[in-house]
């Protein structure tokens, strides 16, 4: 897998954890019932901890993985110089969302006692994110055709 | 910019706004809430009226006093919403029945008659029950209800043209404008003597459990 691939598996990764959070945090906000195949979700969302700082923890999802989705589309135009540095960004970026993750998922487990199948979801894709930023940093240049402009 | 670029940016701005239209769509076109409970001044002592359909613990600490019109839909998920309470809070809950047959509705008057006059043998809620099964029965189909219901089919067809049943119809009629009614279903919640005004059946199960859970 060269550059490319990797900077297109985690564009195409993000932009799903974009949708998962984006509905996450839609059903939150209207108090809407959780397609879900537990009682998992609905608990999750209407615990206190789904909120942080009165937030919905999904917003942060969403802001999340769209700037991440953004960085990706972006990074195949920037300079050899700032390919570089989008790829520290990607990492910086994908470290943040994998720890914050956890701690949802600790939250999950052991404060809140339930599971929801959408936020286990975000979480593979933040660990997944986060190996491929890893992966994105050893190999940071990206194979560019001189036709394109 | 590149290719590549531009189209992973078409690619994400398809998804944002494809995902932001339809949270839109959806937020513009969902159905108008109904109105907050109110509290009312009227005491639950002056709103019994005897020989009114009931059922629950008629010592309850809870009454819903409720306004209902037969042939109107978001009546029928009232009922179905008391029901459900009536299970979860079994014992603690006593539902009284009053009448609001709106003139929007023309068989609401005839369903209020049938409903009335199988209360006159016991058989009101049974009575209520089929008919927000078929709310759009006709005269015949509610003699066959009475029937399965093993009414004594000449008292309910005396009963259901009787004064009595008209009258008992029409007073609850003013009683509910008396009290504000202009909707149905409406329900008078009670803990104690203290009530509020609550108007459509979404708001019923919140306030019930506000109430009992607040204990």
């Not at chain 1, 972006?74 to 300079?79: D, F, G, N």
């Not at chain 1, 990492?91 to 939250?107: N, R």
């Not at chain 2, 995902?19 to 809430?33: E, I, K, V, W």
């Not at chain 2, 809070?89 to 049938?114: C, M, S, T």
Request: proline share 5%; hydrophobic share 45%; with cysteine.
């Amino acid at each position: 897998m060269n550059g490319t691939h990797i900077n297109r598996v985690m564009f195409a990764l993000a932009v799903t954890g974009l949708v998962i959070a984006g509905l996450l945090w839609y059903w939150h906000v209207q108090n809407a019932e959780i397609p879900c195949t537990n009682a998992g979700c609905d608990q999750v969302a209407k615990h206190p901890a789904s909120r942080l700082f009165g937030i919905p923890v999904a917003a942060y999802g969403t802001l999340f993985y769209l700037s991440f989705a953004l960085l990706c589309a972006l990074r195949p135009s920037v300079s050899a110089e700032n390919q570089r540095l989008f790829a520290h960004l990607l990492l910086l970026w994908g470290t943040v969302g994998f720890l914050f993750s956890l701690y949802l998922t600790y939250l999950e487990l052991f404060v809140i006692q339930a599971i929801c199948q959408w936020c286990l979801a975000s979480a593979i894709i933040a660990t997944a994110l986060f190996v491929l930023s890893l992966l994105a940093w050893r190999q940071p240049h990206l194979i560019t055709t001189p036709s394109e402009a | 910019m590149k290719s590549e670029t531009r189209f992973l940016l078409i690619m994400l701005g398809f998804v944002v706004i494809l995902g932001a239209g339809l949270a839109a769509l959806n937020f513009y076109t969902r159905p108008p809430q109904p109105p907050e409970p109110k509290p009312v001044e009227i005491k639950l002592s002056e709103m019994l009226v005897a020989g009114r359909p009931e059922k629950g613990n008629p010592n309850a600490k809870v009454v819903v006093v409720e306004f209902s019109d037969m042939q109107c839909p978001s009546c029928r998920r009232g009922n179905d919403t008391v029901e459900q309470l009536m299970l979860q809070y079994e014992g603690k809950i006593r539902v009284i029945f009053r009448h609001y047959p709106l003139d929007i509705h023309p068989k609401a008057r005839l369903f209020a008659q049938a409903a009335e006059a199988a209360h006159r043998q016991g058989k009101f809620w049974e009575m209520q029950n089929l008919i927000f099964n078929e709310q759009d029965a006709n005269e015949k189909r509610l003699e066959e209800f009475a029937r399965s219901l093993g009414l004594s089919m000449e008292q309910f067809r005396k009963d259901m043209k009787s004064k009595e049943v008209q009258d008992a119809i029409l007073n609850d009629i003013a009683s509910a404008r008396r009290y504000g009614v202009t909707s149905t279903p409406t329900y008078f919640l009670f803990v104690g003597e203290k009530g509020q005004m609550i108007q459509g059946h979404l708001n019923l199960a919140a306030e019930m459990q506000k109430v009992i859970e607040g204990d």
